[in-house]
């Protein structure tokens, strides 16, 4: 699994930045060197992401469109999230990389790795030393985020076929690790402590925005 990149919004690339300007600016070059000096700036970027013609291009184009794939799940996610109550690009943006970063390791949660097994994951825990903990705290709330996200109805079956747990014990094991990973002291070395303590918070609300999400724009089974 690829590295998250936490904040992508105050760090957009360069044909980001070209696919929003030209798709809010049209052909006007003064507009365009506006949107571009706002969009670079963290105190404004925010601001123009949210405006409702970006999501809208996107959505309504039938061509293909030169954005990345983490800038085309932000909109999307954020979105979501905001239909749900949770007005937070932070929390947006984290999630959208967790998207990213699993489309481009070709998750399926089929394959052998894709099912989360919290008996193997506690016994990781146990036999990892105190340094290693957050890195599998955050690697839990991730793979169980994208999988109750994406895939709820692959858990309802497994659930109903062989009794395995559904989305509910999945919710509080997830809650756990992002609370988890929130307390441990790299967090704050990092500053990821508020990050995880909201997605810990607020974990079943979005796993909710992104199975509303999956069924109406995401195909990814």
């Known amino acids: 699994m690829s590295k998250i990149a936490i904040e ?3 760090h957009l690339s360069l044909s980001d ?10 052909d006007s070059q003064r507009e365009a060197e506006s949107l571009f000096s706002l969009l670079i700036d963290p105190s404004t ?4 992401l949210d405006h409702p013609s970006l999501l809208d291009k996107v959505l309504t184009s039938i061509e293909t469109l030169p954005l990345s794939p983490r800038l085309y799940f932000y909109l999307l996610t954020r979105r979501s999230l905001k239909n749900s109550g949770l007005d937070s690009p932070e929390l ?3 999630v959208s990389g967790v998207l990213e970063s699993f489309l481009q390791s070709g998750f ?4 052998q790795k894709g099912v989360f097994y919290v008996v193997d994951w506690l016994k990781q825990l146990e036999n990892s030393p105190e340094g ?13 985020l994208f999988l109750t996200g994406i895939f709820p109805k692959f858990i309802e079956k497994r659930r109903q076929r062989r009794g395995a747990p559904g989305l509910a014990f999945y919710d509080s094991v997830a809650r756990l690790s992002f609370r ?3 307390a441990h002291p790299f967090s704050r070395k990092v500053a990821t402590e508020a990050l995880y303590a909201e997605m810990a918070e607020a974990f079943p609300e979005v796993r909710n925005a992104l199975n509303d999400l ?3 724009l995401i195909t990814m089974d």
């Open 214 to 216: 999956s069924d109406r």
């Open 132 to 144: 290693k903990r957050y890195e599998l705290y955050v690697m839990a709330g991730n793979h169980l």
């Open 45 to 48: 970027v925010d601001s123009i």
């Open 8 to 10: 992508y919004r105050t």
């Open 180 to 182: 988890s990973a929130a």
């Open 92 to 94: 947006a943006d984290y």
């Open 108 to 111: 399926r949660p089929h394959a």
């Open 17 to 26: 930045l070209h696919f929003i300007t030209m798709a809010l600016a049209g």
